[in-house]
């Protein structure tokens, strides 16, 4: 504990919140690299001295914060704008309502000193009625208060005071962006609405309950979580469709979520879990545990709850004890516990793990306050400064023109804890980018990114590649790319990680320039450096599952560069219907100013996706990427040699001749077709004709089979490989055969049509006449062929009469028996030769 202070369950006094960033030794970055997210305690809070509560012998009833104004200040080498102060209100049993202004210029306390801005209700005499609860928003500069069963609005700037006309209330419920309050009159739920400058109006809406509620917490306009006697209910009202019932309820829908214990209850709304972070959850206490809730389905206003399945999850939150109140803001829940309400107990909302712990001196009587956001301006002169900063803790690079933008940077969060005799303490939330920096360095990637999610850190990117490097060390391939993809690392990055899978002269360029590239980086992220110079090794199994890996990844990258950034958004994700992924990888794209992670520029070869402007860029990472997945490819077990086809087909296909030829050409026969289409696509027709022989494209287990269409069941090549991974039989090769020569008629290349034809009417005439008259060539085990007849004539402009003179120079071999197989090109039985010779402008032309 004295080494790693971090480690402490408690705090004591005020701590210091400067700001550092550490960079693990390469021994400490493995170890981290290897542990599992974190889960254990460490200080997300100070507890700071709060001083000038002048409530101290009476009773506090009800308190809340509201955030106001902005004023520039600097830490370390940050200069940043922040709430000017904070203003709370506290009420008491005696009636009193004082409003405080939060200050912390004075020097006399480490936390705040509280000055008091105006007494709104003295209390006591006439004014001796209980302030009951109290409740602000600073969005909307108001402040709710119950007084004696009355409903009272507050502007929360100027103090000024509208009084309701509800009366009878026990306690209410609102909701700060519908601008809605639901007043508890006994069994009876009526429905407010506040304008500007603090004036409810009556909404005429109206939910009669069966029992009377004891608390209530409204999630949005229409759903409201009730309180019961023994259970929590949900209650979704459901507004009638004709306007001229001036929105009066037409439904109101109630189910039973789950029991609730005896005593105190605490119902909050915490973000998401680490996999889906933009899904908010509902947590309910039930003694020591928190039950959790899909709160999206509770905000489905559609249709009636009735018949509804409860949306609990698995996820689960623990107290030492029942809490007795508890608030909840940025990523963590602050509770109160214990039988003397003196122990604060604070989880990590997104993993619902207790994180830290605080002992109070006296008990807390209320908790108040939340989070709020402010902007760093990164000034001219320290800007560089601030960037070698913060790139050693997230190797995170950004232009000059981005340092001297104003940008958020994060969310904070303070609590006020209001204690008996006048005390009070301060819990303040440590800067973010602090915690984040901490996280990663000691390898808690997945609690780094759920707090980037909650607190609006825009460091998401560097992340993403640190935590992908970190699983490429532990040979989590798979987890790798999906982090890569997400992090928008850049495929020279990745390619170089993998030099097995690379060709030979793509392997030595790349594994070159990383090693430049680790000569001069002082400053990179430990995880890259330990994965370049200490990768994993790759056997066998291990081997054809990075091939499939690393597949995975250029075909996504390859897909974003073709169609754009937004084409596959959510493919990292593997489910292209979460929409909160897709949500979560669109906030990341905007907080980065759509620019990738940069620092793979020392490769030469930068992701080009992050800058559309450079089409050289682009062109050479298509190159890269469209190569090696040719490589990878043929690595997968079994080799996707129909996928690598399915490539070198496309037009916009970039992969470079001297590094896959000879892969493809080591092949063999099973490589054939996707090395002629390799030839075929660079328009080296020489190349692929002089390849195109039987006796070097078809394998030696098909080499004395007859040229029917079906296959033979009995070849001597493994089942696993016949997918995929089998070379031609004569029939299939002469039909690709057709077809490229065909091809080749119809495009202009005369001469090479005529002489690589003459084969072809030697084995099959029916397959040589399909070269001059633009016939289909396909059968029923090789339908494969995209011919579009052609609206031009063939051959160049040769003449019909010099074609048919060339054809009876011919040697035809005599027909086979009508039994045998073969006679089907000979017959054309399989073939549609309905394209004769063509008419009008072609007209004795073919």
């Not at 001297?404 to 209001?418: D, H, P, R, T, V």
Request: net charge neutral; charged share 20%; with cysteine.
């Amino acid at each position: 504990a004295a080494a790693h202070p971090c480690w402490c369950s408690k705090t004591k006094g005020s701590v210091s919140s400067s700001r550092f960033f550490l960079r693990p030794s390469s021994k400490l970055s493995a170890a981290a690299s290897s542990a599992p997210p974190m889960s254990s305690r460490r200080v997300v809070f100070d507890e700071l001295q709060v001083e000038g509560l002048t409530e101290g012998s009476q009773h506090v009833e009800g308190a809340a914060v509201s955030f106001f104004g902005r004023s520039r200040y600097e830490y370390g080498d940050r200069s940043a704008t922040r709430p000017q102060y904070h203003r709370l209100f506290v009420g008491t049993s005696e009636g009193g309502l004082t409003a405080y202004e939060c200050r912390s210029d004075t020097g006399k306390a480490a936390g705040y000193e509280l000055v008091v801005r105006d007494s709104m209700r003295r209390g006591g005499g006439r004014d001796r009625k209980a302030v009951t609860q109290l409740e602000a928003f600073e969005s909307q500069s108001l402040l709710l208060a119950l007084v004696d069963g009355v409903l009272f609005a507050y502007d929360a700037t100027t103090l000024r005071t509208t009084a309701s006309n509800c009366r009878g209330c026990l306690f209410f419920a609102a909701h700060g962006k519908s601008r809605t309050v639901v007043v508890f009159q006994k069994k009876k739920a009526k429905y407010f609405a506040w304008q500007r400058g603090g004036a409810l109006r009556d909404a005429r809406r109206e939910a009669v309950l069966g029992e009377t509620p004891s608390s209530a917490r409204c999630l949005s306009d229409r759903t409201t979580i009730l309180v019961m006697k023994k259970d929590y209910v949900a209650m979704r009202i459901i507004i009638g469709d004709h306007p001229a019932v001036d929105d009066e309820i037409a439904d109101a829908s109630l189910f039973k979520l789950c029991e609730a214990s005896a005593g105190a209850s605490v119902a909050l709304i915490v973000p998401g879990s680490p996999t889906t972070p933009f899904a908010p959850r509902l947590v309910l206490s039930a003694g020591s545990r928190g039950l959790v809730f899909d709160a999206r389905q509770l905000l489905d206003s559609s249709g009636s709850a009735s018949g509804v399945t409860t949306p609990q999850l698995d996820d689960r939150l623990s107290w030492s004890s029942a809490p007795s109140s508890a608030s909840a803001a940025v990523a963590f829940v602050v509770s109160v516990v214990g039988p003397k309400k003196n122990k604060i107990e604070i989880h990590f909302a997104p993993t619902l793990a207790l994180v830290q712990t605080v002992d109070l001196a006296k008990p807390v009587v209320r908790i108040c306050g939340g989070g709020f956001g402010f902007h760093e301006n990164s000034s001219s002169s320290s800007g560089a400064e601030t960037t070698a900063e913060v790139g050693k803790a997230f190797s995170a690079s950004s232009s000059s023109s981005q340092q001297q933008q104003e940008q958020e940077l994060n969310k904070e969060a303070e609590f006020f804890c209001l204690g008996t005799s006048g005390s009070c303490r301060l819990l303040r939330m440590r800067p973010a980018l602090d915690q984040v920096s901490t996280l990663v360095d000691d390898g808690g990637y997945e609690d780094a990114l759920a707090l980037c999610a909650a607190a609006g850190v825009q460091a998401a990117f560097a992340i993403e590649a640190r935590y992908a490097y970190a699983l490429y060390a532990r040979g989590d391939f798979e987890g790798a790319v999906q982090h890569w993809l997400r992090g928008d690392v850049s495929p020279a990055d990745v390619a170089a990680l993998f030099p097995l899978l690379c060709p030979a002269d793509l392997a030595a360029k790349l594994q070159s320039q990383s090693q430049a590239w680790l000569m001069r980086q002082d400053a990179a992220p430990p995880e890259k450096v330990d994965a370049l110079r200490h990768p994993p090794q790759l056997r066998q199994a291990s081997l054809s599952r990075a091939a499939a890996a690393a597949t995975r990844y250029f075909e996504v990258v390859r897909e974003r560069l073709v169609f754009g950034r937004g084409a596959l958004l959510g493919a990292a994700a593997n489910d292209k219907n979460n929409n909160a992924l897709k949500a979560q990888q669109q906030q990341r794209l905007r907080g980065s100013q759509g620019r990738p992670n940069s620092e793979s520029e020392g490769l030469g070869l930068a992701y080009s996706q992050g800058h559309p402007e450079d089409p050289d860029k682009r062109e050479r990472d298509q190159k890269l990427v469209d190569t090696m997945l040719v490589s990878a490819r043929l690595l997968c077990a079994p080799p996707r040699v129909d996928d690598i086809v399915a490539l070198l087909k496309r037009p916009d296909q970039r992969c470079e001749l001297e590094s896959v030829a000879p892969l493809l050409a080591a092949g063999g026969p099973n490589c054939a077709e996707p090395l002629l289409w390799l030839y075929r696509s660079k328009g080296l027709h020489s190349r692929a004709l002089a390849m195109l022989v039987e006796d070097r494209c078809c394998g030696s287990s098909t080499s004395s089979q007859s040229a029917g269409d079906v296959d033979d069941p009995e070849s001597s090549l493994p089942q696993q490989q016949h997918k995929g991974f089998r070379p031609w039989d004569r029939a299939k090769f002469r039909r690709w055969q057709a077809r490229y020569v065909r091809s080749l008629w119809f495009s202009r290349h005369a001469a090479l049509a005529l002489e690589a034809a003459a084969g072809l009417f030697d084995a099959a005439p029916a397959l040589g006449l399909a070269v001059f008259t633009g016939a289909k060539v396909e059968a029923p085990a090789d339908p494969d062929d995209d011919w579009v007849e052609p609206r031009f004539a063939g051959g160049d402009g040769t003449p019909a009469q010099d074609v048919v003179a060339w054809m009876k120079q011919l040697s035809l071999p005599p027909a086979p028996p009508q039994d045998s197989s073969s006679s089907k090109l000979w017959r054309g039985a399989a073939l549609f030769l309905s394209v004769g010779l063509q008419g009008g402008e072609g007209a004795g032309f073919f």
